[in-house]
């Protein structure tokens, strides 16, 4: 089966600090990926996605890395918000359905 | 647009009781899909259903079933419950499947 792993099951930084989140994934067909963000009794929020013909993509104030060849994802958040806090999923999608990561939970410090 | 609403938000059932939880997706999505998820072990895919029809089935035991109407909106129906079915339940839509998934905030099951 698939696994996707996260290296940190828990993540502190700073107000103001550069987060990075990051994801392993095992399944070297994974075309698709997404980051979602989950805060305390509310839903999985999507934050980014990639697919994988792209190593690099932007939003607002997060950028989403892929590297193919060691199956590694990355979540980067720049200038870290005290409501950037909650627990982040990396999902990676076969074409057939998404495996979830168990999550990193950020906490951001004021 | 609204979003993904489910429904109950939170219950408690008996062991070997069942339970109805109900999903309406996003209008105009088409495709449904239900996960668990419990302290350490992340979302657990359950199935995906498109179009009235079941597309895709995680690794759940055949007392965790469901079905979609023709409106979209999904019920997933676990019988028999066990006390490890306590779990947040997430409902997720997207237009055709695959790419785009809008979560629900979820059903909070409890088995006591």
């Known amino acids: 089966g698939e696994s996707v792993g996260l290296h940190l099951p828990t993540l502190s930084v700073q107000e103001g600090d550069n987060s990075i989140i990051n994801c392993a994934y095992s399944n070297s067909a994974s075309d698709y990926f997404i980051w979602y963000k989950q805060e305390s009794g509310k839903g999985p929020q999507f934050i980014i996605d990639i697919r994988s013909n792209m190593d690099k993509r932007q939003g607002q104030r997060v950028t989403v890395l892929l590297n193919k060849t060691v199956k590694h994802l990355s979540l980067q958040i720049a200038a870290t918000q005290p409501g950037d806090s909650a627990v982040y999923f990396c999902a990676e999608n076969t074409g057939n359905q998404f495996y979830f990561g168990t999550g990193t939970s950020l906490t951001v410090i004021p | 647009k609204a979003g993904v609403t489910q429904t109950p938000r939170y219950l408690i059932k008996t062991r070997g009781q069942q339970v109805t939880l109900s999903c309406s997706p996003i209008?105009?999505?088409?495709?449904v899909s239900w996960y668990q998820q419990t302290p350490g072990q992340g979302l657990q895919f359950l199935f995906e259903?498109?179009?009235?029809?079941?597309?895709n089935k995680g690794n759940f035991p055949g007392r965790f079933s469901g079905r979609q109407f023709s409106n979209s909106r999904s019920e997933m129906n676990v019988s028999t419950l066990e006390l490890g079915d306590s779990a947040l339940y997430l409902c997720a839509s997207s237009l055709a499947g695959n790419y785009g998934y809008t979560f629900g905030s979820g059903t909070r099951l409890t088995v006591v």
């Open positions: 259903y498109f179009s009235e029809t079941q597309r």
């Open positions: 209008s105009g999505h088409r495709s």
